[in-house]
């Protein structure tokens, strides 16, 4: 059920960045403008080349362009990082087709319930929520959770309760309700070969952005329904600071896998610290962070953005739905 | 209300214990027995020297003490690093004086919302819950997760569900009530100044234990019942594996202060994460990161142990219970 170990490194090296700020010192950085950069997932839970129509493939590709589009066009015109992965994230969180807000995977009980979490890597203020069930965008509750509480993660009930209080939109259950994700529960809960095949698609399936604005501040956001039939409350790693989601002054980091083995790897911190503390490109720490993930017997895989323009694409899964996006350069793909 | 910032480094090098291991390669200290080490915290949130009562400094140095006792005599006897952390846990949250399990502090609605973690070094396995309200020992519930549940993190009332089918015990509400803590909420509920001046006790406290066992295996772990007057199902850093409690097979860390700084510091993964990739001495390594939760605004400490039996506790709060014992010396303290 797992997919193959092997390590699949795809570094879409943003052509037309490397001038801006290759070898530029971060003050130099800060008074010449950066060129903006963002990369999206859609999860790591990719459906088998041969099992994907031309129509469900054309509207992955559509959902992941449409994100890509409108968090590079707050980075056009010189908004933060922040706003850009917020953005993208609603985009993908209001898409039936990924993992996240509405379409989000089924618990064992027949709810939805949501994880999100959203870092700024220039302060290092950080907002998650988990477990929330009708918030129509957890990532912007998340954001409010940063900038509208003195605190940093709120969970279940009292996050809803918070989220009247501050006025971000709550939606009936109805809402995150899809046919195929229920159909997914249903061959979950009966325990179907054909549900175990589907493991990766079934079980996870995360969305996250990374983006690096004008200012050259980084901001990374995460947001997903977790695992079909998941019970008693299970979190994965997309709402914890540092597993799913990390952004600091010179590394963003958005997961998505199996979010145990994740959690286990610190994974998100761990390629920023790869990268400050043992100096190690950041394709370089990605892999070897992976590397790690797949150690443990997990898999999926992180987007990776430094502050120089740098993406990384790291999965040890078959593949993952990604993006990226600047001003000279565009790329959707899915598998390897 | 903050605490000064300025660093205090406590290094208890456990005397007899360089002997052991020092220079040691791995593989030698798996075939040669490990002497056997426990570090506990009862949390950062001191109170002023000039305010306690010696009755209750007495309280608080035999509680220090039967958490140290209960720990080392599973180490002593062979046991492993992961039973000993837990029972350490287990007797600081049985005991009132601690914020964790009994005499946990009140969220603003007046209940007690327990949270905690464990992380087993040496096969990076974790268990963790969030918001329980009925399990008289959150640390138990934390390792039954990681140890029969396909999960690392647990919420809520899904998190009591999986109490009740494993058997781990359940209380009423009402064991987790003491009147000191009530008064606290009071207190804080009026604004009243005696509790903003109070801050570090009343506002945070949490448990904590890491062990080092015969074989040479660290482990970790973290109880507690956030600050006073939380609301919103707010989380800290304590039941989040990376933040308030990590461990690996070179360095175990439990957390205590400020959750939401010390989340967004990654503190625990941090401290392992300058041992590792930047090959800091472990005192070198926990200097820095409380020093980045102090440029960021926060207080608190941490308690690190490395493979060799090095044990550091640092804090930038006025002061930490806390406590250290092999089987040559012993040594519990309060203030710097």
Redesign the interface.
Known sequence: MRAPAGLVLAVLAAAGLAGAATGAERSARMSAPVEPVIAIHGGAGVIARESMTPEREARYRAGLQAALDAGHAILARGGSSLDAVEAAVRVLEDDPSFNAGRGAVFTWDGRNELDASI?DGAT???GAV??VQHVRNPITLARAVMER???????????E??ALERGVELVPRSWFHTEHRWQQLERARRGEKAAVAEHASIYFGTVGAVALDREGRLAAATSTGGMTG???????DAP????GT?ADAQVAVSATGD??YF????VA??VA??V???RQPLAEAARATIGTVGE?GGSGGVIALDARGTVVFEFNSPGMFRGVKTATRQDVAIWR
């Open positions: 870092m290092r203020r950080a988990a477990g509480s003195p605190h940093v993660m709120l969970t279940g009930a009292g996050a309760d918070f998941k019970r008693w409350g299970r979190v994965g914890l600071i540092g597993a990390w979010g145990e959690i286990r790897a610190g911190k761990d610290a790869r400050e503390y043992a443990l």
